[in-house]
């Protein structure tokens, strides 16, 4: 187990864990550019250690919530350690957003059966985002808060589930973003293109920071399924 609050000097093999078979998690490694650190667990081999200072933070939190919870600082304090040499807490701050530690950017994800982790130093990508999501159909009132007239024209003659694809791609830009937002981002300010032949996208986001200032970003990534899930990458492009 990490010591996840002395820092500590260490290798990629002391903190990564084993790639587990069983129930054969994904390797989303390509999804991201050379030099992001990625992990993906099933929840049958979900880490379950926490520092002090992060279970503090949960509260009375049990069950499923401790259990993501868990996972995802978990997963991610190995990869810091790979990427800092210092196995520190994950934090949460104000907005329920992870304190990810200096020059260093991350993002999490969980479904109710994988937990997905993305690390990388700041000198290499400014922020990143990623999500996992089941590969099932976008229940139709979701799709008219999350589509723009644009995006359904544009999966018009797709198969259903592409507009899913749409939603996990927003939420990895929402999470790429929000460090410059630091405010909400509404799902039609987000206009994604989809390369279906190269599982690319490209989308613009136009929207007020906390400050009211306009900002527009333009953030790339690519999507995976496996496993009957779909986990998708936000980069700023």
Not at 29 to 37: E, K, M, N
Not at 53 to 74: H, I
Not at 218 to 223: E, H, N, R, Y
Request: aromatic share 8%.
């Amino acid at each position: 187990m990490i010591d996840a609050v002395s820092s500590v000097q260490c290798s990629e093999m002391e903190f990564l864990p084993a790639r587990q078979t069983a129930h054969n998690a994904p390797d989303i490694s390509a999804l991201f550019p050379d030099g992001v650190l990625t992990l993906v667990e099933h929840k049958d081999n979900w880490p379950s250690d926490l520092a002090p200072a992060e279970r503090k933070q949960l509260g009375d939190a049990c069950g499923k919530r401790l259990a993501e919870f868990s996972a995802g600082r978990s997963l991610a304090r190995r990869l810091i350690a790979v990427e800092t040499g210092a196995a520190e807490p994950l934090l949460v701050g104000d907005y329920r957003q992870p304190l990810w530690p200096a020059k260093v950017t991350g993002s999490i994800s969980h479904s109710d059966d994988f937990c997905a982790v993305a690390v990388a130093s700041q000198e290499i990508i400014g922020d990143l985002g990623i999500d996992v999501e089941t590969l099932e159909d976008l229940d139709p009132e979701v799709e008219d808060i999350v589509l723009t007239p644009s995006e359904i024209a544009a999966t018009a003659e797709l198969e259903a589930w592409t507009r899913k694809l749409i939603f996990s791609i927003k939420e990895s830009n929402y999470k790429c973003c929000y460090h410059m937002v630091k405010s909400f981002i509404d799902f039609k300010q987000c206009e994604v293109i989809l390369d279906l032949q190269a599982c690319t996208y490209t989308s613009t986001i136009v929207c007020n920071n906390r400050e009211g200032v306009q900002l527009c970003m333009k953030v790339k990534g690519a999507w995976l399924v496996e496993a009957d899930h779909i986990f998708t990458s936000a980069v700023f492009a």
